[in-house]
Structure formats: structure tokens, C-alpha cells
């Protein structure tokens, strides 16, 4: 059973910094891509970032590209997501995903994506 646990999100004034984490079990985390996304209030879920499985490809949304990045740990079986230069839009309750086939291409589609964590809250105050 594939379980994905985020961590990190708060609230954090524009400018600010956080860095996501999540854990992933249940599966060869190694073969899988990973992906986030995010929703706010009202909002669709969007996607923010998504790294191949051998983290030699991703993919950045227009919106973030240039401040967050992100990365993984095959051997932690850990993906991050590092955002920098946060602004109030960026609020959401952000979602770790894992594809559900082992294509190595970074995926932002969500029905790529058959696992999903909790989501975690990040809140951006001007």
C-alpha cells in the first residue's frame, strides 16, 4: 500500500522561504516520478512541479519557475519542494503525488498521478 506523508508547510510573510517534504512507502520509490500540486480555496487543484524518477527531468508551472525547485532522495525515498520568494498567491494546501506508471518523463497531468499524500497548508501573508 503506497502511503505519502507531507511535512513542512506553515505560514511564512511574503519573501519568505519553506521547503516541502514527503515521504514515500509502499512502492520501488526509485521508479516512480513525482509530482506537486496545489489547491486553493475556490480554486482547481493545479500542478506546481513534477521530477522524473531519475530526477534528471522536471517540470515548473509558469508561476513558479525561477522559485522553487524541486528535488529528490532515492535513498531517503524523499521528494522536496523548495520554495523561495513565497507570495500570498502561492496559499494552498499543497499535495505530494507519485505517477502511476514508471515513465521517466515529469509529468503535470494529474491522472498521471494514482497515490496521493494529505496535503499540507501553506500560508503566505503580505
Known amino acids: 500500500q503506497v502511503q505519502l506523508v507531507e511535512s513542512g508547510g506553515g505560514l511564512v510573510q511574503a519573501g519568505g522561504s519553506l521547503r516541502l517534504s514527503c515521504a514515500a512507502s509502499g512502492r520501488t520509490f526509485s521508479s516512480y516520478g513525482m509530482a506537486w500540486f496545489r489547491q486553493s480555496p475556490g480554486k482547481e487543484r493545479e500542478p506546481v512541479a513534477a521530477?522524473?524518477?531519475?530526477?534528471?527531468?522536471?517540470y515548473y508551472a509558469d508561476s513558479v519557475k525561477c522559485r522553487f525547485t524541486i528535488s529528490r532522495d532515492n535513498a531517503k525515498n524523499t521528494v522536496y519542494l523548495q520554495m523561495n520568494s513565497l507570495r500570498p498567491e502561492d496559499t494552498a494546501v499543497y499535495y505530494c503525488a507519485q505517477r502511476r506508471n514508471g515513465l521517466n518523463d515529469p509529468s503535470s497531468y494529474q491522472y498521471e498521478y494514482g497515490y496521493w499524500g494529505q496535503g499540507t497548508q501553506v500560508t503566505v501573508s503580505s
Open positions: 521530477i522524473s524518477w531519475s530526477g534528471g527531468n522536471t
